[in-house]
């Protein structure tokens, strides 16, 4: 048998072994932390989160909010998407921060998607809010204000609240300003904005019966959510639009049976499944929910079912969805 060759650390050394243990421990730490120093600083991709202020319609008895949308990223409330009735309080609940707010997009002005502008506006003075806010909206026609038009009536000097002129007007000091920008609703081009934070807004103007309508689409750091609005999709730009979107928020307003006037306004149920398909969505968010289609959301489903196959869901009120999880 081959006896054990003595070594640094035997019985008779100790004091010497532990020694050179911290020793090496020592320099093993200082390798690693200068290693690390020079390591470059990988970013995390941010991390985008959607909440539903408002999964309703017009109604006032379905116990939900009206239409809105809240845009999170890395634990802030970046961007909201229409403002319908019950939007500010859910957006309180929700512990968002309206100093963090980088814009408002509207999709059009009913009053189910923007009445609750004036309450955001007048917040913020308790908030002590130091940058402008910009507001993105359709252009005008007979029926319907321009984005400017529409906050110039709530704010201006002859505005239905004129108290709060010195949000708008240049002349007038307060600590921020509201900074309405008009987005073509009308053809077939695609808007695109560049906002803060690297987000990129896109717009395409939609068909809502007679009335100015666009939907929007956000993209961060290749994560994705797309907004159809109000419409039934003539024209199939919403779906240009929505093109491998990895959420697509589609609202569910009228039955498979609907009529011709609502059908003007409104995608049924096969063709929001046929426009989803053909969008190569990942996953498929039902909202803007109304009596109407409340109760037939078995039905809903088998007609969409015929062309897509991904993810379903219904939203509901405060409901949190991440587009990018697996």
């Known amino acids: 048998m081959i006896p054990n060759k003595p070594t640094l650390c035997g019985t008779a050394l100790t004091s010497t072994c532990s020694t050179v243990r911290k020793n090496l421990v020592l320099a093993f730490f200082w390798v690693g932390l200068n290693s690390l120093w020079s390591m470059p600083v990988q970013a995390e991709p941010p991390l985008m989160k959607i909440q539903i202020l408002g999964s309703g319609g017009p109604e006032l008895t379905d116990r939900r909010a009206s239409t809105s949308y809240l845009i999170w990223l890395n634990g802030k409330a970046r961007l909201l998407v229409d403002t319908g009735p019950g939007s500010s309080l859910h957006f ?112 395409v103007p939609v068909h809502h019966g007679p009335l100015p309508a666009l939907a929007w689409r956000i993209d961060v750091d290749g994560c994705s959510v797309t907004f159809s609005g109000d419409t039934n999709n003539a024209g199939a730009r919403l779906e240009r639009l929505a093109q491998d979107t990895d959420l697509f928020i589609v609202h569910h307003a009228i039955p498979e049976n609907a009529g011709a006037t609502a059908r003007n306004l409104h995608m049924t149920p096969s063709m929001i499944g046929k426009t989803v398909h053909n969008a190569g969505a990942k996953k498929l968010l039902l909202s803007h929910r109304m009596q109407r289609t409340e109760g037939m959301e078995t039905e809903t489903l088998q007609e969409i079912r015929k062309t897509f196959q991904g993810p379903v869901e219904f939203a509901d009120d405060l409901a949190v969805y991440e587009p990018c999880l697996p």
Do not use: W
Not at 136 to 148: D, F, H, Q, R, V
Not at 183 to 196: E, R, S
């Open 92 to 203: 309180e609940q929700s512990g968002a921060q309206l100093n963090d707010l980088d814009a408002v997009l509207y999709t059009h002005f009913h009053v189910d998607h923007s009445s609750d502008l004036p309450a955001f506006i007048k917040a913020a003075y308790f908030t002590g809010r130091n940058r402008d806010l910009y507001l993105y909206g359709p252009t005008s026609n007979a029926l319907m204000p321009s984005a400017t038009d529409f906050i110039d009536g709530l704010f201006g000097v002859h505005g239905i609240y004129r108290y709060l002129s010195e949000y708008l007007q240049p002349g007038e000091s307060s600590l921020y300003k509201i900074r309405p920008v008009d987005i073509i609703a009308a053809g077939d081009k695609a808007t695109v904005l560049a906002l803060p934070g690297q987000i990129t807004a896109s717009a």
